[in-house]
């Protein structure tokens, strides 16, 4: 299947303070990525808002061998990777100067009407646009499951400059939060190594969200549950690794 690639150098505004590539950039420049290819195919973000349609993102599994650091350039890349009735596939790769991929990403996607919020069938000729093959059986993704206790909770509301075209909590801003939960110290002293994250209901505007953690530090293993009152909004795993 088609490959498309963009460079990007990476500035420390796309920076922690170890000059790390942020998460929540780390998100954008793939969503940069796959809608200047989906654009060039007639299926990016404005073609879709014509038609009253958006894509959203139901599952991200990271497979992280390092985060670039500022001054970097780095070649992001990404494909349709299957279909199905439902469910759109897409995966993301990030390579090194050397051509070293330091990151993998496999992702499984929607088509929301945005009007109805009700998923809509894939369309078999867009599909076949991108060079996008039907599976007979679905990926595998991790199944997240909420705890019976976190440690720490904290309070996010949603902001308007927090929102995307879909009219709810951009799918980065998830990962700003699950970041937030984890002490500075120990976000100093270790490196992302996995994710699993799932998002299973909309963050609207106005609206408080909790952001919950749980930590196993013998295992080097974060939990975290996005929650609004009782509803379950996503749920994530990290893993990680001492410096």
């Known amino acids: 299947m088609a490959i498309y690639r963009q460079e990007k150098l ?18 954008n420049f793939m969503m940069e990525t796959s809608n200047k290819q989906l654009s060039a195919g007639g299926a990016g973000i404005s073609d879709f808002l014509k038609k009253g349609l958006g894509w959203v993102v139901v599952d991200y599994e990271f497979d992280i061998r390092r985060l670039p650091k500022a001054g ?3 070649t992001f890349t990404t494909n349709a990777s299957g279909y199905n009735r439902f469910f759109e596939y897409r995966d993301f790769g990030a390579f090194d100067e050397d051509d070293n991929q ?6 499984q ?4 009407d945005l009007k109805k919020r009700k998923i809509v069938e894939a369309n078999e000729d867009l ?5 996008n093959q039907k599976l007979s059986k679905m990926p595998h993704f991790k199944r997240l499951r909420k705890l019976s206790q976190y440690d720490t909770e904290n309070p996010y509301r949603v902001r308007y400059y927090d929102l995307d075209t879909n009219h709810h909590l951009t799918n980065s801003r998830y990962f700003d939060w699950i970041i937030d939960s984890l ?13 699993n994250i799932t998002f299973k209901k909309e963050v609207k505007y106005g609206q408080i969200a909790q952001s919950k953690l749980k930590l196993d530090q013998d295992n080097l293993i974060s939990y975290h549950l996005i929650s609004h009152e009782s509803d379950i909004c996503a749920l994530a795993e990290l893993k990680w690794k001492n410096k």
């Open 127 to 131: 599909m076949k646009a991108f060079d």
């Open 102 to 107: 330091i990151i993998d990403v496999k992702s």
């Open 109 to 112: 996607w929607v088509i929301l």
């Open 183 to 195: 002490d500075r110290d120990f976000l100093n002293s270790h490196e992302l190594t996995a994710i």
């Open 72 to 74: 970097e350039k780095i």
């Open 10 to 27: 990476i500035n420390y505004s796309d920076t922690d303070e170890n000059g790390t590539l942020k998460l929540p950039s780390l998100v």
